[in-house]
């Protein structure tokens, strides 16, 4: 059974036009992570939660937000998708920061 | 800022054959792990490492932790079409960071 659950699978948009990306766990795991891997690389961490404490990297754009509601949900929101936004979009969890992390599949975001 | 090596980079190999990723890092990892990620999914975890000089068997896939904790390596005897993926592998080390990725190994196993 899937632990780490990520819809759609695929997205497509527009340029400039707001998308969401959703992510849910059964773990119960305290750590939920957002990660943006384009094609041949490793997956780059955006950002990640701590609980409700939010983690923001450095290098990630303006453009990319996130909300965690609850412990099971966690949402990337790109507000002014571009071209370069376009990749795969990995959501994984840990039961803590030093702890291994469980990936879904993922969502292929694609901008038109 | 905490960097993992990885190589090599893309390796194509016949059905059969073994082979040998490395892992390497000049910080000392207070763990390792190792992630395999097939076309359209999400990496899947492998193995964890802790200690220095630690050996791990996973059926035909062995993973080695150096003693020092700075590095790290994936043997694959017999390697099988069904091996091809992304290999990643990530450390961590003190504190509360978060993984560090390395770029990977794109292997691709040829029948």
């Known amino acids: 059974d899937a632990m780490v659950i990520q819809n759609p699978r695929y997205q497509v948009t527009q340029f400039g036009k707001p998308v969401t990306l959703s992510c849910s766990q059964t773990?119960?795991?305290?750590?939920m992570y957002w990660y943006q891997q384009k094609s041949s690389q490793a997956p780059k961490l955006l950002f990640h939660y701590y609980d409700k404490d939010f983690n923001n990297e450095a290098d990630t754009p303006d453009n990319f937000q996130s909300r965690r509601p609850n412990t099971s949900f966690c949402f990337l929101d790109i507000r002014s998708p571009g071209l370069g936004d376009a990749a795969m979009y990995l959501c994984?969890?840990?039961?803590?920061?030093?702890?291994?992390?469980?990936f879904g599949d993922g969502t292929r975001l694609s901008i038109l | 800022t905490q960097l993992l090596e990885q190589s090599p980079q893309f390796l194509s190999i016949q059905e059969g054959e073994n082979l040998t990723v490395y892992c390497n890092s000049s910080s000392v990892f207070s763990s390792l792990q190792w992630y395999r990620q097939e076309p359209g999914e999400g990496p899947v975890l492998l193995v964890t490492v802790v200690t220095g000089g630690e050996v791990k068997k996973l059926k035909r896939l062995t993973f080695q932790f150096g003693d020092a904790r700075k590095d790290s390596s994936l043997h694959i005897t017999a390697a099988q079409p069904g091996d091809t993926g992304l290999y990643l592998c990530a450390g961590l080390f003190s504190g509360n960071t978060p993984l560090v990725f390395g770029k990977g190994t794109r292997l691709s196993v040829i029948a």
């Open positions: 773990l119960n795991h305290n750590v």
């Open positions: 994984a969890t840990s039961r803590d920061r030093n702890q291994p992390q469980h």
